[in-house]
């Protein structure tokens, strides 16, 4: 879920452009997130540590435990939810899987709302967050988007892909939207703590008197979708994988459908604490491994994100 201190508005209509991949990839959304419990269908599997050729880089704690503790919203279809068995999939697992097998230990996702992720990682409850996250510079700096004041210590960012935000509507029944200032004098859903929840508040206030834009905001993207479909309110912003998995999805394609272009192109990253040097530059290391062995371009291209791809790992990428 993206969100961005500094915005960067481009019209990315062909960012991760090819989205039937998407439908064939994933089955439909089936659970909500927010328990922060272990679900022992969440691990990522891992080669050995000892047939790993980048297990030396990890800290020698996390090494002896044998797994990386990951905090996800598992509920944001393509990137991580519930397959109708219960497994965690998505394009997110399947890079954690793949890092694992570089690094020699397992990924094991554990379910929570995404606005305290951060929080969760700070506490120690996760070794990293790994959530369609985007890299901002308020989140290296801890700085809440909407005061401008520190809230915590910021963390560092692997980055690993590129995405954008989207605005969809019921199928058929756009109400005139194309644009985030169409928005004005409409009823707005979106997931709490995301990018599309800092435009929206960023674009209320730029609206005319009498033409307020109201928002509401929830846990998952999943509630905001129903309350679309429901017709409680006029449309949806999400990242643009997302919005596309929806549209293409929900209701056989009939329900939804995309209006206007992306907005906001920023990197996703994995999320790490900033004492946590040694960990974030493994996994730096082992993203790049991936991006150069072809691993990282296939699963990319399963998921349909393949116009998203880096051509490198970066730290701290977001502006």
């Not at 991580?80 to 068995?85: G, T």
Request: glycine content about 12%.
């Amino acid at each position: 879920m993206t969100a961005s201190s500094t915005r960067r508005t481009t019209a990315a209509r062909s960012r991760l452009a090819a989205v039937g991949a998407i439908a064939v990839a994933g089955a439909l959304l089936l659970t909500g997130c927010g328990d922060q419990t272990k679900d022992k269908n969440k691990d990522s599997g891992s080669a050995s540590a000892g047939s790993a050729p980048l297990a030396d880089k990890l800290p020698q704690d996390i090494r002896g435990k044998g797994k990386i503790r990951v905090g996800s919203d598992i509920a944001y279809a393509p990137v991580e939810y519930k397959d109708s068995a219960g497994k965690v999939v998505g394009l997110d697992p399947d890079l954690a899987e793949a890092l694992g097998k570089q690094l020699g230990v397992t990924f094991e996702f554990q379910n929570g709302t995404f606005d305290a992720l951060l929080t969760g990682l700070r506490s120690d409850r996760y070794d990293i967050a790994m959530s369609a996250m985007t890299d901002s510079r308020n989140r290296q700096e801890g700085i809440d988007p909407d005061t401008g004041k520190h809230v915590g210590e910021g963390v560092d960012f692997v980055d690993y892909l590129t995405a954008g935000v989207s605005i969809y509507t019921r199928k058929g029944d756009t109400e005139g939207i194309k644009t985030w200032a169409d928005l004005c004098g409409k009823k707005l859903a979106v997931q709490r703590g995301t990018t599309s929840d800092d435009l929206a508040k960023q674009q209320a206030k730029k609206c005319p008197k009498g033409e307020k834009l109201s928002i509401e905001a929830f846990d998952d993207n999943q509630q905001a979708q129903t309350r679309l479909r429901s017709g409680g309110v006029d449309a949806v912003s999400a990242d643009f994988p997302v919005a596309a998995y929806a549209v293409k999805t929900s209701g056989g394609g009939k329900d939804f459908e995309l209006v206007g272009d992306q907005v906001e192109a920023a990197p996703y990253g994995i999320a790490v604490s900033k004492n946590e040097t040694q960990l974030r530059d493994a996994l730096q290391a082992a993203m790049d491994a991936l991006i150069k062995n072809g691993e990282y371009q296939k699963i990319l291209e399963k998921w349909g994100a393949q116009d998203g791809a880096v051509k490198q790992s970066v730290i701290n990428g977001g502006k």
